[in-house]
């Protein structure tokens, strides 16, 4: 797994994964980055899905904990460019309920 950010505006972070989010690759680092993020002011967080390739339980769980940490915060979490299987994992655990899911990450900037 790989993890970048950036700032995307006043108060927001875009974060970008890609690779595999699976059990033992790192997927710990989400969360203690959105701990960075936060804490830097941080209030709405950005993550850019599109180069994922695989996501597990262990992938989703760390999404659940950032969406409660940002929710924690005041803040507002925003998913981009989740598609196939990817999109699949969120519908079948119905977290397409809780998280706000746009196209692409130019789209969830502007939002």
Do not use: C, W
């Amino acid at each position: 797994m790989e993890i970048q950010h950036q700032a995307a505006g006043p108060g927001a972070a875009l974060v970008t994964l890609s690779g595999k989010l699976l059990l033992g690759s790192g997927t710990e680092r989400i969360t203690a980055l959105v701990d960075q993020l936060l804490s830097e002011g941080t209030k709405t967080v950005i993550f850019d899905l599109g180069g994922v390739i695989a996501l597990d339980s262990t992938g989703v769980g760390q999404f659940i904990a950032a969406f409660n940490q940002i929710a924690a915060a005041g803040g507002q979490m925003r998913m981009a460019a989740a598609t196939g299987h990817i999109m699949h994992t969120f519908k079948v655990s119905r977290l397409d309920l809780v998280f706000q899911f746009y196209a692409s990450a130019e789209e969830a900037v502007k939002a």
